[in-house]
């Protein structure tokens, strides 16, 4: 029983924690010796240690014993994920540097090796990945990134763009690369080929993969559930690479699929709405890339050369993107009615006797806006 | 034969008494005739006991299996399933709990979430919640009734979901890495399990902040910490944990984020 009182306890500044205390029991120790291997750089005994808490050994591993879970953690992985915290707090940069390179050669080994893996160690793994945030440390996410290109570009039986008629096995292993590759992946916020861009055969590849894929679902050529997964996932990668691009065309073609009252456009709509809640929350966590998606976006709704309405559903996603999507929702109905009243306007040309309309009275002031 | 009463209270795995309470509740919570609202039946403790009487040296075999055996959803329990309250049923929990278990939208979503370490408060497609309520091994926790305090500590303490577990110099541990709770609504009518009052073998863990409920209510008490000032205690169900997939009705949930 602790003796600091509740107001104490919130006090304690976590920086100071100290690293040398002798721990008081089992779960302390492994915590302890776990966090000195990080900062002692010792990557193959700490990549044992890793495997043996993931695989649920409870054989003690270079003298640590993994401990029963603490209260709140709810499996292995997230009771790894709390070191790294503990280590990303107190142990500076090259012990931090030593857990991702071991998570990350490690979940290398996994992918590649011809030898079994427990699913609960790959499956760690790559949550592991998600919670070390490796896109933070640049170089390793250039090593895990090429990597991972290299599985999708090598060791598939068609090309990558072709990943929708990949037998089961092969796309699985397929998008589970490629939802590796995207999640060590930040916002491309350059052109190709430029600093900040990624190789143009890259970008070019993961269009065609979304484009061939969306044009099977627009062909209704595709209906299973897991195929609309590998489509939005296919529609992250296309956000990542080409976030314009993504706002001028192909948003607005996912929105077109949602429409209509039939169950597989519902399903389709549901997932959709799925996925816009969760770039509600990230967006704003990059603003340059939501600039430029938005940019894309504000091109398409103010194309002059537009000869159709938009998409009503593209409403149902930009509701998540609070502020904005509010602005960019009433653009489009703006847009949309002046576009109806022109419409409309041709068609009372044809037929002089019509009443004239005076809608676009309503919207002129969009004209010299 | 041993019975399951004598096997449990001698139940110590780290040899550091962490599972006290959760033994004491046990004891307390056993239904007899100076006890008729305690929540382990008669039919449970039979059952019990008959998970003690095994051939192999009459001792209980995994006592942590046979206490998930008896948890309140299961048949074994004896348990009643209790009337739906008219208002949604609210599960709280850790943020990384939340998008790791709950949402589970694969790594580069699980990536993102990590990276804001937040979520709006919001409504969320049924079709982006793709996890589970909870493991499959441990019961789903439930609250209603009144609102949520704006603060998300204050909830975590007020449903006992605080971390206890402190390094020996007293500083918090794994709360390290919490920022906040999530609450996720789910409306009486779309919810896809029975519901119960709770028992203390569905509270069987290290540190146990539970205490039964002893009374005819239909529902237990969460108990906090009288120590800490201002707390309000809940009104708590359990129920089997279950994918958001068995949620048939294409609907939003309310999800409320409360930060530390």
Same mark, same amino acid.
């Not at chain 2, 949620?247 to 949930?253: F, G, M, P, S």
């Given at each position: 029983?602790?003796?600091?009182?509740?107001?104490?306890?919130?006090?304690?500044?976590?920086?100071?924690?100290?690293?040398?205390?002798?721990?008081?029991?089992?779960?302390?120790?492994?915590?302890?010796?776990?966090?000195?291997?990080? *900062?002692?750089? *010792?990557?193959?005994?700490?990549?044992?240690?890793?495997?043996?808490?993931?695989?649920?050994?409870?054989?003690?591993?270079?003298?640590? =014993?993994?401990?029963?879970?603490?209260?709140?953690?709810?499996?292995?992985?997230?009771?790894?994920?709390?070191?790294?915290?503990?280590?990303?707090?107190?142990?500076?940069?090259?012990?931090?540097?030593?857990?991702?390179?071991?998570?990350?050669?490690?979940?290398?080994?996994?992918?590649?090796?011809?030898?079994?893996?427990?699913?609960?160690?790959?499956?760690? &793994?790559?949550?592991?990945?998600?919670?070390?945030?490796?896109?933070?440390?640049?170089?390793?996410?250039?090593?895990?990134?090429?990597?991972?290109?290299?599985?999708?570009?090598?060791?598939?039986?068609?090309?990558?763009?072709?990943?929708?008629?990949?037998?089961?096995?092969?796309?699985?292993?397929?998008?589970?690369?490629?939802?590796?590759?995207?999640? =060590?992946?930040?916002? =491309?916020?350059?052109?190709?080929?430029?600093?900040?861009?990624?190789?143009?055969?890259?970008?070019?590849?993961?269009?065609?993969?979304?484009?061939?894929? &969306?044009?099977?679902?627009?062909?209704?050529?595709?209906?299973?559930?897991?195929?609309?997964?590998?489509?939005?996932?296919?529609?992250?990668?296309?956000?990542?690479?080409?976030?314009?691009?993504?706002?001028?065309?192909?948003?607005? *073609?996912?929105c077109?699929?949602a429409?209509?009252?039939?169950?597989?456009?519902?399903?389709?709509l549901?997932?959709w709405r799925?996925?816009w809640?969760?770039?509600?929350?990230?967006?704003?966590?990059?603003?340059?890339?939501?600039?430029?998606?938005?940019?894309?976006?504000?091109?398409?709704?103010?194309?002059?050369?537009?000869?159709?309405?938009?998409p009503s559903t593209a409403e149902k996603a930009l509701t998540f993107?609070?502020?904005?999507?509010?602005?960019?929702i009433?653009?489009?109905?703006?847009?949309?009615?002046?576009?109806?009243?022109?419409?409309?306007?041709?068609?009372?040309?044809?037929?002089?006797?019509?009443?004239?309309?005076?809608?676009?009275?309503?919207? *002129?002031?969009?004209?010299?806006? | 034969?041993?019975?399951?009463?004598?096997?449990?209270?001698?139940?110590?795995?780290?040899?550091?008494?962490?599972?006290?309470?959760?033994?004491?509740?046990?004891?307390?919570?056993?239904?007899?005739?100076?006890?008729?609202?305690?929540?382990?039946?008669?039919?449970?403790?039979?059952?019990?006991?008959?998970?003690?009487?095994?051939?192999?040296?009459?001792?209980?075999?995994?006592?942590?299996?046979?206490?998930?055996?008896?948890?309140?959803?299961?048949?074994?329990?004896?348990?009643?399933?209790?009337?739906?309250?008219?208002?949604?049923?609210?599960?709280?929990?850790?943020?990384?709990?939340?998008?790791?278990?709950?949402?589970?939208?694969?790594?580069?979503?699980?990536?993102?979430?990590?990276?804001?370490?937040?979520?709006?408060?919001?409504?969320?497609p049924?079709?982006?919640?793709?996890?589970?309520?909870?493991?499959?091994?441990?019961?789903?926790?439930?609250?209603?009734?009144?609102?949520?305090?704006?603060?998300?500590?204050?909830?975590?303490?007020?449903?006992?979901?605080?971390?206890?577990?402190?390094?020996?110099?007293?500083?918090?541990?794994?709360?390290?890495?919490?920022?906040?709770?999530?609450?996720? +609504?789910?409306?009486?009518?779309?919810?896809? +399990?029975?519901?119960?009052?709770?028992?203390?073998?569905?509270?069987?863990?290290?540190?146990?902040?539970?205490?039964?409920?002893?009374?005819?209510?239909?529902?237990?008490?969460?108990?906090?910490?009288?120590?800490?000032?201002?707390?309000?205690?809940?009104?708590?169900?359990?129920?089997?944990?279950?994918?958001?997939?068995?949620?048939?009705?294409?609907?939003?949930?309310?999800?409320?984020?409360?930060?530390?």
């Amino acid at each position: 029983m602790s003796l600091i009182s509740p107001i104490e306890d919130r006090s304690v500044n976590m920086e100071s924690t100290p690293t040398a205390v002798a721990p008081a029991n089992a779960y302390w120790t492994y915590v302890e010796g776990f966090r000195s291997l990080a *900062r002692e750089g *010792r990557p193959d005994r700490l990549a044992d240690v890793l495997l043996a808490r993931l695989d649920g050994l409870e054989q003690p591993v270079h003298d640590l =014993v993994s401990p029963r879970l603490a209260h709140e953690e709810p499996d292995r992985v997230q009771a790894l994920a709390n070191i790294f915290h503990h280590i990303q707090q107190h142990d500076g940069p090259a012990a931090v540097r030593y857990f991702r390179q071991t998570v990350v050669e490690q979940l290398l080994i996994a992918l590649t090796t011809k030898a079994s893996v427990p699913p609960e160690r790959l499956d760690g &793994l790559q949550r592991l990945i998600a919670y070390c945030q490796i896109e933070d440390d640049q170089q390793l996410a250039e090593q895990m990134r090429l990597s991972l290109w290299g599985i999708l570009t090598s060791q598939l039986e068609k090309p990558f763009p072709e990943i929708l008629s990949l037998a089961p096995k092969a796309r699985e292993r397929a998008r589970s690369a490629f939802d590796l590759w995207l999640a =060590v992946t930040p916002p =491309v916020l350059g052109e190709p080929n430029c600093e900040d861009g990624l190789y143009t055969p890259q970008v070019e590849a993961i269009k065609a993969a979304f484009i061939q894929t &969306l044009h099977k679902f627009e062909v209704r050529k595709v209906s299973s559930r897991d195929n609309i997964d590998l489509l939005l996932l296919l529609y992250r990668g296309v956000m990542t690479a080409a976030p314009k691009l993504a706002g001028q065309d192909y948003f607005w *073609r996912m929105c077109k699929l949602a429409e209509g009252n039939n169950q597989s456009n519902k399903e389709f709509l549901s997932h959709w709405r799925g996925l816009w809640w969760e770039y509600g929350q990230v967006l704003d966590t990059w603003p340059e890339w939501k600039m430029l998606f938005i940019a894309g976006l504000e091109d398409q709704i103010l194309d002059d050369e537009r000869e159709h309405e938009l998409p009503s559903t593209a409403e149902k996603a930009l509701t998540f993107m609070s502020d904005r999507g509010e602005e960019l929702i009433r653009l489009i109905r703006m847009r949309d009615a002046r576009f109806m009243a022109g419409k409309s306007r041709e068609e009372a040309a044809e037929k002089p006797a019509a009443p004239s309309s005076n809608v676009e009275s309503i919207f *002129r002031p969009m004209k010299t806006a | 034969m041993p019975l399951f009463s004598d096997s449990i209270e001698s139940y110590d795995p780290d040899a550091d008494g962490s599972f006290q309470t959760a033994i004491d509740n046990i004891v307390l919570d056993m239904k007899g005739d100076s006890n008729p609202y305690g929540n382990i039946t008669s039919i449970a403790q039979e059952s019990l006991n008959n998970g003690c009487n095994h051939p192999h040296g009459g001792r209980c075999v995994d006592m942590e299996k046979l206490v998930r055996d008896h948890h309140s959803h299961q048949k074994a329990s004896g348990a009643v399933a209790r009337n739906k309250p008219d208002e949604d049923l609210r599960r709280v929990v850790p943020f990384h709990t939340f998008v790791d278990y709950h949402h589970k939208g694969g790594v580069k979503a699980l990536a993102n979430l990590v990276r804001v370490g937040a979520v709006k408060t919001t409504t969320i497609p049924i079709k982006a919640m793709r996890g589970s309520t909870g493991r499959d091994t441990d019961p789903s926790w439930w609250t209603f009734g009144p609102p949520p305090p704006a603060n998300g500590q204050q909830y975590a303490d007020e449903l006992a979901l605080t971390v206890e577990h402190k390094h020996p110099t007293g500083a918090p541990a794994d709360a390290a890495m919490i920022k906040g709770v999530v609450e996720v +609504r789910i409306p009486p009518s779309a919810f896809p +399990r029975d519901i119960f009052k709770p028992s203390a073998l569905d509270a069987f863990c290290r540190n146990s902040k539970f205490e039964p409920n002893l009374s005819p209510d239909d529902h237990g008490w969460t108990k906090p910490d009288i120590a800490k000032v201002g707390l309000v205690s809940r009104p708590e169900f359990v129920s089997q944990s279950f994918a958001y997939s068995e949620i048939k009705d294409d609907i939003d949930l309310d999800v409320t984020y409360l930060s530390y």
